[in-house]
């Protein structure tokens, strides 16, 4: 019997969404293979937050050295816990999961498979689904539950908050900090800002919106719809929306009842972010936007007159 180690991330106290997506799917395989499942976590507060997940073990590394990411020091802790039984490490491919993940598969020489979007058993054996060409395409690869390391992206599997356990808990103190000198400190985003992948419906806006003055109009449409604003990057990168916001490869993985595309092209990095959600309806003025390949429904305008009227349209029918 081996183990596998899921690398847990908190966020504001909690465990990451992602990470239980993580250890649901851990627990499928381990069932499936005969193995148990050990979750790692770090920081001072991470007991309450592993108290009652489904895993056999729960790791707390605490000390202030692990009080932000540092990629040495976090590695050196996963390697404490990574051992010869060990089948599988799985961590979310997250900023700080791809770089921990490459760097244990590394240091432990055990192949990687990173940008999973589905693991699972054919028999003994395990099976990665893995985007490659910024999304265009999927590998399927087979994994060795010999120690590989895999990256799975947030939001492949729906959150089965009914699953729940009582690990054995122990604490380990961190390692020795790596012999780096902290220079500067980013501070995590803060998770004061709205959810979107809870969202049932999002109003999406790019580069389309041409001004942050217009979000208003985007706003007063999602709240007529009772669905929430979210965009793409380069209405991130222009500072008019926070990071939480965005939708696509380096965003977020979103699945909503609706998604309304509105002036966006419809990048394969985006599409990555949103292609699941069950209804696609795309607004854009270029009627050859390769977002109307994915929308269910689509129509060629202009987004600065069509959501006001839809705005007004709708208010209209509520009342
Ligand atoms: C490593 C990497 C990661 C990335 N991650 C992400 C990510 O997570 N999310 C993401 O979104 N992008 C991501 N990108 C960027 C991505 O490649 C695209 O550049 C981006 O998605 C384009 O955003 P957009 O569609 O808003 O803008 P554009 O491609 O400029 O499209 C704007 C669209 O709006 C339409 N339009 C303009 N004015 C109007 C109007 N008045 N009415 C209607 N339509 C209008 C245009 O016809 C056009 O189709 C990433 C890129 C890289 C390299």
Known sequence: MGQIVVVGELLDGALSDGTFELLTRARDIASAAG???TVVTFGDNARDAVREVDADDAVIVS????ADYQPETYENAVLQIVGEDTALVML????????LGAAVAARKNRPMVAYCTDLTMDGAVLVATSQVYGGKL???VEVPLTGAVVTVIPGSWPVDS???GSPAIREEAAPSPANLELTRVIEAESGQDVDITKADILV???RGIEDPDNLELAD????VLGGVVSCSRPVVDAGWLPRSRQVGKSGKTVKPKVYLALGISGAPEHLQGMKDAELIIAVNNDERAPIFDVAHYGATADILDLMPALTEKLEGRAG
Request: charged share 15%; net charge negative; hydrophobic share 40%.
């Open 35 to 37: 193995h148990t499942v």
């Open 63 to 66: 000390g202030p050295a692990v």
């Open 220 to 223: 007063a449409l999602a709240e």
């Open 138 to 140: 999927n590998a399927e």
């Open 204 to 206: 999406s806006v790019g």
């Open 162 to 164: 009914s699953r729940a």
């Open 92 to 99: 979310g491919n997250t900023t700080m999961g791809m770089d």
